[in-house]
C-alpha cells in the first residue's frame, strides 16, 4: 500500500544545496520511496539557536511504502550516510530530514510525532508547504489545528529579514532570489554559433579562438553574468541543423570559455532543444539548459534535464520554429493561456523529476505572439510572475531586436534595433524579470542598471 509523506529538507553546513539535493537523491534510490515534487528552497536566519549559519530549508513530496516509524529509520540512515553529527538539539548540521505529513494520520511515540509539533510556528516550514498544499489543514484531531496552511502562514509575526525562494545557476555565481526587492537584474548574453542569426547575421559562426576569446571577455567586462550559447536558430522559418552539426558548433565554445579564468563567475546556458545536445553541453562545462520549447520538442529532454541535476528554463512556445507564427490565437487571453500553459510545463517538469528550485520560466517573447500579445506579456509581467502555480519561480525575458520592436520604431535592420529593445528591457525589469537575455551586453547592463535604481528598492 502506498502512502503520501511530506519531508522537511534542511542544511546550514558544507554546501547547502547539494546536501539537500544528494539526500532527495538518496530518497529516490532507496527503492521504497519516491519523490514526487518538491517546493522551492528558502534560505533563512536559524532560530532558537541562533548563533548558526543560515539554513536552506524546502519541502518534498514522498510516495512510499513504509509504516511513519520506517520513514523515519529511512531518512535517519540517509542523515548518517551523509555524515550527519548531532552536536546541540536545533544547533547546525549539513543535513536535516524531518516528517512533517503522513497522510492524515497522527503518531505520537517517544521517537516520532506526526505532524510535526513545531511546523506551524516555522516560516521556513509553511512558507514551502504553502507552495504545495496551501490550503490544506492539520488533521481535524490534531489539538493545535485550526485553518490551512495559508491561514497560519499569514498569521506569524512578520520576520525582520523577508525571506526568499533562491534559484542556483551554477556553483560560483549567487542564485536568483524572486522575492528580494534589491536584487540585481541578471544580463544573459547571447552568442549565436550560427550562420543564419537574425541579429548578427552569423558574426560567431566558425570565428578563430583568439576572436571568439575576445567577444567573450568582451561581453564579461560589459555585465555579462550569463553566456547563452547557440548551434540551431530558432527564428521563424530556420533550417534544422543535425544534432552533430550543434554540437559541433557549441562544445568547442563551451570548452573555450571553461578555460578562461574570466569567465570563472560566469554561468553558461546552452540554447537547444535536443536532449542529446543538452547532455552533451552540460558534461562539457555547461550550467543551464535553455530550452524554447519547454520540453515538447524532444520527448526525454525533461527527464535527461532531471538526471543531470542543472537548472533548467522553460520558455512558453507552441509547435516548433516553423509553425509558431500561425498558433497565436489567444481567446482567453494571453496572460492567462501562457499562464495555465506553463503551469502545465512546470508539472511536466516536476514529473519528470526536475526539482522546482531548479525552474526559471520565459514567457516567450516573439514565439507565437503577435505584436499586441508581445506588448501586453512585457506590461503584465506581474501577473505572471504572480499566476496560481508560477509564484517564486524566477523569470527570464527575451525581447532583444525582436521584430515586433522593428515593427513599432519603423527600424528594419535587427542590429538597429538598441533603442526600441532598451525600453522592452526596462519594462521588463519594471515587471520583474530576473533575468534578461539581451544582443547588446555594455548598453543593455546600463539600461538595467538605472532600472534597478528605479524599481529593486
Not at 519523490?35 to 528558502?42: I, N
Not at 547563452?228 to 541543423?241: K, Y
Not at 508581445?374 to 521584430?403: C, M, T, Y
Not at 521588463?428 to 539600461?447: T, Y
Amino acid at each position: 500500500m502506498s502512502h503520501h509523506a511530506f519531508i522537511a529538507l534542511g542544511s546550514n553546513l558544507g554546501d547547502r544545496l547539494t546536501m539537500i539535493e544528494n539526500a532527495c537523491k538518496e530518497l529516490d534510490k532507496s527503492g521504497k520511496i519516491k519523490v514526487l515534487r518538491t517546493s522551492s528552497l528558502w534560505e533563512t536566519k536559524a532560530m532558537y539557536v541562533v548563533d548558526q549559519d543560515k539554513f536552506v530549508n524546502g519541502v518534498c513530496e514522498v510516495e512510499t511504502s513504509l509504516s511513519p516509524s520506517e520513514l523515519l529509520d529511512a531518512l535517519q540512515a540517509i542523515e548518517n550516510s551523509m555524515g550527519r553529527v548531532k552536536v546541540v538539539d536545533k544547533g547546525p548540521r549539513n543535513i536535516d530530514l524531518d516528517i512533517l505529513l503522513y497522510d492524515d494520520q497522527v503518531v505520537s511515540t517517544e521517537r516520532l510525532n506526526i505532524p510535526h509539533p513545531l511546523m506551524l510556528e516555522r516560516e521556513f516550514v509553511l512558507r514551502p508547504l504553502c507552495e504545495m498544499i496551501p490550503e490544506r489543514s492539520l488533521p481535524p484531531h490534531v489539538s493545535f489545528q485550526g485553518g490551512s496552511f495559508h491561514y497560519h502562514l499569514t498569521n506569524l509575526p512578520r520576520l525582520e529579514d523577508s525571506i526568499s525562494p533562491m534559484t542556483p545557476l551554477a556553483p560560483d555565481i549567487p542564485a536568483i532570489t524572486v522575492l528580494r526587492s534589491t536584487r540585481d537584474t541578471r544580463i544573459m548574453s547571447i552568442l549565436n554559433l550560427t550562420p543564419d542569426s537574425f541579429s548578427d547575421g552569423g558574426e560567431n559562426h566558425e570565428v578563430d579562438d583568439p576572436k571568439f576569446k575576445k567577444t567573450i571577455k568582451s561581453h564579461i567586462r560589459a555585465g555579462a553574468t550569463i553566456l547563452d550559447i547557440g548551434g540551431q536558430s530558432t527564428r521563424p522559418e530556420a533550417v534544422p541543423v543535425s544534432s552533430t552539426e550543434e554540437l559541433a558548433r557549441v562544445l568547442p565554445a563551451i570548452k573555450l570559455i571553461r578555460s578562461l579564468p574570466e569567465a570563472k563567475q560566469v554561468a553558461i546556458s546552452i540554447d537547444t532543444y535536443r536532449a542529446d545536445v543538452a547532455r552533451e553541453a552540460i558534461e562539457a562545462g555547461a550550467d543551464i539548459v535553455n530550452d524554447v520549447s519547454a520540453g515538447t520538442m524532444a520527448e526525454d529532454m525533461l527527464s535527461t534535464v532531471a538526471d543531470l541535476g542543472c537548472t533548467v528554463c522553460l520558455m512558453h512556445m507552441r509547435g516548433t520554429p516553423n509553425t509558431m507564427n500561425h498558433l497565436a490565437s489567444y481567446p482567453d487571453g494571453v496572460v492567462e493561456t501562457v499562464g495555465r500553459e506553463l503551469v502545465e510545463r512546470v508539472r511536466a517538469a516536476e514529473a519528470a523529476g526536475i526539482r522546482r528550485w531548479r525552474i526559471i520560466l520565459d514567457p516567450g517573447i516573439g514565439f507565437a505572439k503577435n505584436q499586441a500579445q508581445n506588448l501586453e506579456l512585457l506590461r503584465r509581467l506581474d501577473d505572471l510572475r504572480h499566476f496560481p502555480g508560477l509564484q517564486g519561480l524566477p523569470w527570464l525575458l527575451g525581447p532583444s531586436k525582436k521584430a515586433f520592436i522593428g515593427r513599432i520604431t519603423g527600424v528594419k535592420y535587427a542590429n538597429e534595433r538598441k533603442w526600441g529593445t532598451a525600453a522592452a528591457v526596462a519594462a521588463a525589469i519594471q515587471g520583474g524579470a530576473d533575468i534578461v537575455r539581451v544582443h547588446d551586453v555594455r548598453e543593455m547592463w546600463q539600461v538595467a542598471k538605472m532600472a534597478d535604481a528605479l524599481w529593486r528598492v
